[in-house]
C-alpha cells in the first residue's frame, strides 16, 4: 500500500479536517458532525457537510441555498457555493 504523500492527501482530507453537518446547526452554536446513524429511523433529513473551516466562513443564505440543493436531489454532488453571473455580459476596458 502506498504511503500517503504531501499535505494534499485524500488522508489528510479526510482525517485531520472536521467534516460538519451544515444542515443541523446545534443551540449554542457550531454544527452537529456530519453523518447520520439511520436513514430510516432519522428525523433529520439528508445531511450537507463540508469542512468546519468552510462552514465557518459560509453566511446563513450560502448554508441555507447549499442544504436546499443537496435535498432536492441527494445523490447528485452539488457545489457548496454557487457564485452569480453578471447577465451574462461582459465590461468593456
Request: proline fraction near 5%.
Amino acid at each position: 500500500m502506498a504511503k500517503p504523500r504531501g499535505k494534499g492527501t485524500l488522508h489528510n482530507w479526510f482525517k485531520k479536517e472536521k467534516w460538519v453537518d451544515i444542515s443541523a446547526p446545534k443551540k449554542g452554536g457550531g454544527y452537529e458532525k456530519c453523518g447520520r446513524k439511520s436513514a430510516k429511523k432519522s428525523k433529520r433529513g439528508y445531511p450537507k457537510c463540508v469542512p468546519q473551516a468552510k462552514a465557518n466562513k459560509m453566511t446563513k443564505s450560502q448554508i441555507k441555498s447549499a442544504v436546499k440543493r443537496k435535498r432536492a436531489n441527494p445523490l447528485k454532488k452539488v457545489k457548496t457555493i454557487i457564485k452569480k453571473k453578471n447577465n451574462g455580459t461582459k465590461k468593456k476596458t
